[in-house]
Nanobody, 125 residues
Framework: QVQLVATGGGLVQAGGSLRLSCAAS????????MGWFRQPPGKEREFVSA????????YYADSVKGRFTISRDNAKNTVFLQMNSLEPEDTAVYYC??????????????????WGQGTQVTVSS
């Protein structure tokens, strides 16, 4: 079965950095768009970033543009999210997700077929 395992979360001070990883198994990784979403406390899950199956195209929410970078390694079935200049508002559970490359909208969570378990990111002020 498909598994997405997200790691790399933690507690960091404002201005710091974290790198999230998501290891995928059970799917043909290079046929899926990979995305990161987050769910702040008491709020709905929201789009953060996505990357096309080839890695050529990347998409970002306005709130993270210029601070976060998404990348993928298709040889290792892994997607990464480098988060710099973290702010308290970035505090959330971060989820990776997989969407078939040929369908749906990269920013719409309902279009993603598979989800990881989430990793907590806490940014202190």
């Amino acid at each position: 079965q498909v598994q997405l395992v997200a790691t790399g979360g933690g507690l960091v001070q404002a201005g710091g950095s974290l790198r999230l990883s998501c290891a995928a198994s059970g799917l043909t990784f290079n046929t899926y768009t990979m995305g990161w979403f987050r769910q702040p406390p008491g709020k709905e899950r929201e789009f953060v970033s996505a990357i096309s199956w080839s890695g050529i195209s990347a998409y970002y929410a306005d709130s993270v543009k210029g601070r976060f970078t998404i990348s993928r390694d298709n040889a290792k079935n892994t997607v990464f999210l480098q988060m710099n200049s973290l702010e308290p508002e970035d505090t959330a559970v971060y989820y990776c997700a997989a969407k078939r490359a040929s369908s749906g909208d990269v920013m719409r969570k309902n279009d993603y077929a598979y989800w990881g378990q989430g990793t907590q990111v806490t940014v202190s002020s």
